[in-house]
């Protein structure tokens, strides 16, 4: 009977009838297939299907994956805060009423943009007596939790019944955060991470390493040798004694790992990136030999020990990373006083050499930034192995130059560039007319969309040769231009509508305006709007004439009338009258 019924639900999930959307951040193809609802309230367990409850999705970007009992775990947890009910976990082989039942399952439909399987694909089922999510993968499985959670918050708890299948276009869908030039703490990072799942972005980029300023040849050698430059990964590794010198603005290998483990729990990948040869000025103040004449930000590749050095860096910090593929950076190599050829023969040996090594000791793939797309007049082209992430036109056509040669190429055009206060050229929000119309043969953008102004300079919407899009986050103006929360703050109000279009979503902007601010308040497992939780709408009283008495010596208490306890302390009072307080 039992294997009936799946045979059965199997059946409807994968038919295609006319489906809707349910509103959402990302949209979710659904059909309504009959009368009534289920009501979230009524939940008394979570069951995970017994035979999956240990499995893994193994096609992602993370060697981390939790198992579909972890990912059960901590939908849990976000219920129990989102919808105020602790549910039991068990497991089991079928729903059971009133339950949410975790499974996976293989749909015809489990289609990327490229017509091709994807791991992170589930089908949602809701009768009036269960709810059925079944992933291609657990990661599938997460996604599909994220739905549930977003529909309830939407519609009171109430799910209509009926049935759908979700696929993500695109496998990369993400953020970037130059966290070289800036340092942000690692549970600002995991909190992004929280924050960016809700919408199902899986990727977030960390640029570990970089300088200010992009021409240090305006200054002195010796001024050049003291400019602001980081390497944030610190180790006791005699093999690069002396590369980090700042240990308070730095990750640990357990920072890291927080770090890792805390985004892979909700299914959000850290990508790293350790720049070079450009953007290198930490690497040329701790091996000045290595530096190219003139402009120390960039390496001599053709130095003997440049290479090996570069090595040695990725060696040591390799078996920290719980991903399939890393960053070389590679961005930026010119040289106004060198000539562009000269340098990109070396860069693409660079590249190749970084490539062979990294693959070789690691077994992960290598992403740069496009640079030197391939030429007929070059000795040698980047490896096809190699992904490209496209930023700009002048550097490269990502069609022409490299996806018509074989290239994988992940779209992060600065058009979606922001580079906090102030950029000459970018803006410090998001852009969301392009967000919902940048597609130049009309509607709104997607990942294959690299040029949006020319169709010309995009491949079509099924090329398998794009991975998909990160939007970046640059910090070109330093430290001190800006603080943890406004990286968030450029984010927050527009971020999720791409997260929409990273998917494939329909979002209209009229859509995404009606429903962001509840699905915001909603998000999980962060707080990054810094919301004070309050009873009532006061949200603290004090009346500075009701003092309790004095916990220890000097030590007194300001109580909060507001009954929100947020009472004050103080050992610094000197004097108290007309309900007024001297500190
Ligand atoms: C899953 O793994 C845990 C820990 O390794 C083990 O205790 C448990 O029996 C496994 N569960 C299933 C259903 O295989
Ligand atoms: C579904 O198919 C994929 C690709 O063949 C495979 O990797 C995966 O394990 C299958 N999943 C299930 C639940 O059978
Ligand atoms: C380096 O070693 C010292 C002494 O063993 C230890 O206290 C410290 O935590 C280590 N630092 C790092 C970054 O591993
Ligand atoms: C790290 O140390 C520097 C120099 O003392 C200081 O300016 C900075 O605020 C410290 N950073 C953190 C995160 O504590
Ligand atoms: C780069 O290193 C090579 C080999 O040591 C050296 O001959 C060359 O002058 C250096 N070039 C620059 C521009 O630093
Ligand atoms: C190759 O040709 C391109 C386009 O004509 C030119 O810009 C570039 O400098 C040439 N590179 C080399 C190594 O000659
Ligand atoms: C580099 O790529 C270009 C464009 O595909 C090709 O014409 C050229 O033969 C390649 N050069 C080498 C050395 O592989
Ligand atoms: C935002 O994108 C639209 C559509 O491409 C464009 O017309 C507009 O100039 C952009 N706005 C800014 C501030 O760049
Ligand atoms: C597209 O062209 C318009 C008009 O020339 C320009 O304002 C806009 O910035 C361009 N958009 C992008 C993303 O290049
Ligand atoms: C669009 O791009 C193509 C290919 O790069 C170019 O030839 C054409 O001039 C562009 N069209 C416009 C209107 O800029
Ligand atoms: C901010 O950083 C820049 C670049 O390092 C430096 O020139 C400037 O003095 C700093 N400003 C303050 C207020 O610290
Ligand atoms: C978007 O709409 C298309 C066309 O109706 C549909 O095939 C697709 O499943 C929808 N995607 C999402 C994520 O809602």
């Given at each position: 009977m039992a294997v009936f019924i799946r045979t059965f639900v199997a059946i409807v999930l994968c038919s295609s009838a006319a489906v809707g959307d349910l509103l959402g951040i990302p949209t979710v193809p659904f059909t309504l297939t009959g009368k009534g609802h289920y009501d979230v309230h009524t939940t008394n367990s979570i069951v995970v299907n017994a035979q999956y409850a240990n499995a893994t999705d193994t096609n992602g970007w993370t060697l981390i994956p939790p198992t579909l009992s972890q990912f059960a775990d901590t939908f849990a947890d976000d219920f129990a805060d989102t919808l105020g009910n602790r549910m039991r976990m068990r497991t089991g082989n079928q729903p059971q009423s009133n339950s949410i039942f975790l499974t996976l399952d293989n749909c015809t439909d489990y289609r990327n943009a490229a017509g091709r399987w994807t791991s992170e694909a589930y089908s949602l089922e809701v009768t009036d007596d269960h709810v059925v999510i079944s992933g291609a993968s657990p990661l599938g499985v997460w996604w599909g939790t994220r739905t549930l959670s977003q529909q309830a918050?939407?519609?009171?708890?109430?799910?209509?019944?009926?049935?759908?299948?979700?696929?993500?276009?695109?496998?990369?869908?993400?953020?970037?955060?130059?966290?070289?030039?800036?340092?942000y703490p690692p549970s600002f990072i995991v909190e992004m991470c929280n924050w960016i799942s809700f919408w199902k972005q899986n990727t977030f980029h960390l640029h570990l390493s970089d300088n200010l300023y992009n021409n240090v040849d305006i200054y002195s050698l010796e001024r050049q040798l003291e400019l602001y430059a980081r390497f944030r990964l610190l180790t006791n590794d005699s093999a690069v004694a002396g590369l980090n010198l700042h240990p308070n603005e730095s990750y640990t290998r357990q920072d890291f790992d927080d770090i890792q483990y805390g985004c892979a729990a909700r299914g959000v990948t850290i990508i790293p990136?350790?720049?070079?040869?450009?953007?290198?000025?930490?690497?040329?103040?701790?091996?000045?030999?290595?530096?190219?004449?003139?402009?120390?930000?960039?390496?001599?590749?053709?130095?003997?020990?440049?290479?090996?050095?570069?090595?040695?860096?990725?060696?040591?910090?390799?078996?920290?990373?719980?991903?399939?593929?890393?960053?070389?950076?590679?961005?930026?190599?010119?040289?106004?006083?060198?000539?562009?050829?000269?340098?990109?023969?070396?860069?693409?040996?660079?590249?190749?050499?970084?490539?062979?090594?990294?693959?070789?000791?690691?077994?992960?793939?290598?992403?740069?930034?496009?640079?030197?797309?391939?030429?007929?007049?070059?000795?040698?082209?980047?490896?096809?192995?190699?992904?490209?992430?496209?930023?700009?036109?002048?550097?490269?056509?990502?069609?022409?130059?490299?996806?018509?040669?074989?290239?994988?190429?992940?779209?992060?055009?600065?058009?979606?560039?922001?580079?906090?206060?102030?950029?000459?050229?970018?803006?410090?929000?998001?852009?969301?007319?392009?967000?919902?119309?940048?597609?130049?043969?009309?509607?709104?953008?997607?990942?294959?969309?690299?040029?949006?102004n020319n169709s010309t300079n995009n491949p079509p919407k099924d090329s398998p040769f794009v991975p998909g899009h990160i939007a970046a986050q640059w910090n070109d103006y330093g430290y001190n231009t800006?603080?943890?929360?406004?990286?968030?703050?450029?984010?927050?109000?527009?971020?999720?509508?791409?997260?929409?279009?990273?998917?494939?979503?329909?979002?209209?902007?009229?859509?995404?305006d009606s429903i962001f601010e509840t699905l915001q308040a909603a998000a999980p497992a962060q707080n990054l709007d810094r919301t004070v939780k309050s009873k009532g709408s006061t949200v603290l009283q004090y009346e500075f004439s009701s003092f309790a008495p004095a916990a220890s010596g000097s030590h007194k208490v300001v109580k909060d009338l507001s009954g929100n306890d947020y009472n004050g302390h103080t050992d610094c009072l000197s004097s108290m009258s007309n309900g007024s307080i001297v500190l």
């Open positions: 918050t939407l519609n009171g708890g109430l799910l209509g019944v009926g049935s759908g299948v979700d696929s993500p276009g695109w496998n990369t869908r993400g953020i970037f955060l130059d966290v070289g030039r800036h340092y990136e350790i720049e070079a040869p450009g953007h290198a000025l930490v690497i040329s103040q701790w091996k000045p030999e290595l530096a190219l004449d003139g402009q120390i930000d960039l390496l001599n590749i053709s130095y003997p020990d440049t290479i090996p050095t570069m090595e040695t860096i990725w060696q040591t910090f390799l078996p920290w990373f719980h991903t399939k593929a890393v960053h070389i950076g590679a961005d930026e190599y010119v040289d106004s006083q060198l000539t562009t050829n000269a340098l990109a023969g070396l860069y693409n040996t660079f590249v190749n050499s970084m490539n062979t090594h990294i693959n070789g000791i690691s077994g992960k793939a290598m992403r740069i930034w496009g640079t030197f797309p391939p030429m007929s007049n070059y000795t040698n082209n980047i490896s096809k192995d190699v992904a490209i992430q496209h930023w700009e036109f002048f550097d490269d056509y990502p069609y022409q130059d490299y996806i018509q040669n074989g290239y994988s190429v992940i779209n992060a055009d600065d058009h979606f560039y922001i580079v906090n206060k102030y950029s000459g050229s970018y803006q410090q929000q998001l852009n969301k007319t392009l967000i919902f119309h940048g597609n130049p043969s009309g509607g709104a953008f997607a990942p294959y969309i690299f040029d949006p800006s603080t943890y929360l406004e990286a968030y703050y450029s984010w927050r109000d527009n971020l999720a509508a791409l997260a929409d279009k990273q998917w494939g979503g329909n979002l209209t902007e009229m859509q995404y």
